[in-house]
């Protein structure tokens, strides 16, 4: 069977990579892929946000599935286009990915089937969520309900900070329409980690959980990122915190979803808060996450092709997931000046020599191919992945792959995994 991937990211790279392995697979076609995509799958130019031009293409190719990797398309409804012309898709429906797309659905979800979360309020004015602030005292976050590029979250150390941010939402309109309305909640402390699950609609399978870094800089300082760089296993997420997430949050969601007739279909990724208390959810995302993903298909022993079919057919009761019991490690490499401004264009040496070593990948993101040459056009831009006997293995052959990479314009941290190196 075809399969089409929709997106250019090193989660879309990875997943690729994976599927490409499966015995099921005469071809992976990728819209709009990359530079390193362009080794494991056939790219076709056509951007994540063209929905007619991805169901055309689909149905001209005839594949037998699409898998749909970032959140814009899932929200935009790219999934129910898909099915309403008879073509497989893996991915939730536009109603369900709201769950990502608008954090006042999730939190309401969240209340309504008592699932441990931050206590919150939604506001649609700024009086409202102030006169909330001041009873509630910081630190507080305020959320942008919509999507916002990762950006509408503001983490507030005082009232001062939370008035703020009520401005910059909702008066200087910072994410638009997006922040048309916010939801205020609680400042949870704890250890995060990122755990997912392959749902379809009814049966859910978590996979092995992973742990992203946020911040830009060595020692998780600076401001946030969509993730510097991943590993998995997570040890704050052992066996018995794995089933404590299943029971108390990813199980009594779906069952949720499905009582309320919007049946969740796809990975549901949720960012949690290991608290004293035990797991919280801090957010629900409708996708696999980056570079969560990378970590995550390194380990995959099963065939990921079966398993996203099993998922869009209901039939997920009758998989059972095999996994390496290596750990893997991924760093990202991105462009100097990332997450604001940053040169493009910019030329990437050494990358055959770095992915010589045995259990080295390197997944590519913002990168294009000219004239024999690999250029660097986005802000994470590799993912240089390592598998190893443990976290500190990968991480050690990670860094080597790493120094052999020349780009004097990209930059990464050199402390990916520190804190599962540290419980030792
Ligand atoms: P989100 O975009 O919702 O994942 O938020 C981005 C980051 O903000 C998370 O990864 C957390 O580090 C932090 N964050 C979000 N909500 C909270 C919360 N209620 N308490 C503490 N930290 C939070
Ligand atoms: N690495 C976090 C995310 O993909 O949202």
């Known amino acids: 069977m075809k399969v089409l991937v929709v997106g250019s990211g090193g989660r879309e790279h990875s997943l690729c990579w994976a599927i490409a392995k499966s015995t099921k697979c005469t071809e992976v076609i990728c819209a709009p892929g990359n530079a390193g995509i362009a080794n494991v799958a056939r790219c076709v130019d056509i951007g994540v946000d063209d929905l007619a031009a991805l169901v055309a293409l689909a149905a001209t190719e005839k594949v037998g599935l699409v898998v749909i990797g970032p959140e814009g398309p899932l929200v935009d409804g790219l ?48 009086d409202g969520a102030k006169e909330y602030i001041r009873s509630r005292g910081a630190p507080i976050v305020v959320k942008a309900d919509g999507l916002a590029a990762g950006k509408g979250v503001i983490l507030c150390r005082n009232e001062n900070e939370a008035y703020a941010a009520i401005d910059h939402i909702m008066i200087e309109e910072a994410f638009g329409h997006a922040g048309a309305e916010v939801v205020v909640e609680e400042f949870m402390t704890g250890e995060e980690a990122s755990f997912f699950a392959i749902v379809d609609g009814e049966h859910a399978l978590p996979l092995v959980a992973a742990q992203d870094h946020k911040a830009v800089f060595d020692g998780d300082e600076g401001p946030n990122t969509g993730g510097m760089g991943a590993y998995s296993p997570a040890p704050v997420v052992d066996s018995e915190m794995s089933k404590r997430i299943m029971d108390e949050i990813i199980l009594p969601t779906i069952q949720g979803m499905a009582r309320d007739g919007n049946p969740y279909k796809g990975v549901l990724f949720a960012g949690l808060m290991i608290t004293d208390t035990g797991p919280r959810l801090i957010e629900y995302n409708a996708r696999f996450g980056d570079p969560e993903c990378q970590a995550i298909m390194s380990r995959l022993a ?9 998922a869009v057919d ?33 030329e990437i040496k050494g990358l055959e020599e770095a992915e ?53 314009d990209g930059f990464n941290r050199t402390d990916i995994g520190w804190r599962a190196i540290d419980r030792g």
């Open 79 to 126: 999934a129910d286009m898909l099915q309403a012309v008879g073509i497989k898709a893996f991915g939730p429906s536009a109603k369900a990915a709201a769950i990502e797309g608008s954090k006042g659905m999730m939190k309401d979800l969240c209340a309504h089937y008592y699932i441990p979360t931050a206590d919150y309020a939604r506001f649609d004015e700024p």
């Open 302 to 310: 099963s065939d990921l092709l079966e398993l996203l079919l099993a």
């Open 314 to 346: 209901g039939k997920l009761d009758q998989i059972e997931l095999k996994w390496s019991k290596d750990s893997a490690l991924t760093v990202v490499m991105a462009a100097n000046g990332y997450p604001g401004d940053y040169k493009k264009g910019t």
């Open 356 to 408: 010589k070593q045995a259990g080295v990948h390197i997944f590519h993101a913002g990168t294009k191919s000219e004239k024999g040459r690999i250029t660097a056009v986005g802000g994470r831009v590799l993912g240089v992945t390592a598998t190893g006997k443990t976290i500190e293995e990968a991480q050690k052959k990670a860094y080597e792959a790493v120094a052999k990479v020349d780009w004097p």
